[in-house]
C-alpha cells in the first residue's frame, strides 16, 4: 500500500514539476501554501507564478519517502531541474490530504 501511495503522489508532483497553472489550479487545496526560495504562494499565487514559469526542460524525482498520517501523506524526494543551461537541486516536501481526490496542501523548497 505505502509503495503504491508513494508511486501516485510522485506521478502528481511529476506532472505538476511539467505542468502549468491549469494542473496546478486542479490538484491544489484551495487553502494550499507553496514556499519556494524568496516567496510564499496561496493557490492563485502560484497559479499565475507556473502559467508565468517557462517549465522545466528535464524534472527528476530522486530519493523518495512517504510519511502518512490519517487522511493526509507527505512525500519528500530529491529534486533535479534543468532549463536550458541551468540545473536547480533541491529537495522538496509535498503534503497532500485526501479530499475529493489527492490535493496538495504544502510544498516546500529546501535548495542545494
Given at each position: 500500500?505505502?509503495?503504491?501511495?508513494?508511486?501516485?503522489?510522485?506521478?502528481?508532483?511529476?506532472?505538476?514539476?511539467?505542468?502549468?497553472?491549469?494542473?496546478?489550479?486542479?490538484?491544489?487545496?484551495?487553502?494550499?501554501?507553496?514556499?519556494?526560495?524568496g516567496a510564499v504562494l496561496d493557490k492563485a499565487g502560484c497559479v499565475a507564478a507556473?502559467?508565468?514559469?517557462?517549465?522545466?526542460?528535464?524534472?527528476?524525482?530522486?530519493?523518495?519517502?512517504?510519511?502518512?498520517?490519517?487522511?493526509?501523506?507527505?512525500?519528500?524526494?530529491?529534486?533535479?531541474?534543468?532549463?536550458?543551461?541551468?540545473?536547480?537541486?533541491?529537495?522538496?516536501?509535498?503534503?497532500?490530504?485526501?479530499?475529493?481526490?489527492?490535493?496538495?496542501?504544502?510544498?516546500?523548497?529546501?535548495?542545494?
Amino acid at each position: 500500500m505505502d509503495e503504491a501511495m508513494l508511486h501516485e503522489l510522485l506521478a502528481i508532483d511529476d506532472r505538476l514539476a511539467r505542468g502549468a497553472g491549469p494542473d496546478y489550479a486542479e490538484v491544489l487545496h484551495d487553502d494550499a501554501l507553496v514556499v519556494v526560495p524568496g516567496a510564499v504562494l496561496d493557490k492563485a499565487g502560484c497559479v499565475a507564478a507556473m502559467d508565468a514559469s517557462p517549465g522545466w526542460d528535464e524534472a527528476d524525482l530522486d530519493d523518495a519517502r512517504l510519511v502518512r498520517g490519517g487522511d493526509t501523506a507527505t512525500i519528500v524526494y530529491r529534486f533535479t531541474g534543468r532549463r536550458g543551461e541551468d540545473t536547480y537541486v533541491a529537495t522538496l516536501a509535498s503534503t497532500y490530504v485526501r479530499a475529493d481526490g489527492w490535493r496538495l496542501l504544502l510544498h516546500q523548497h529546501t535548495p542545494d
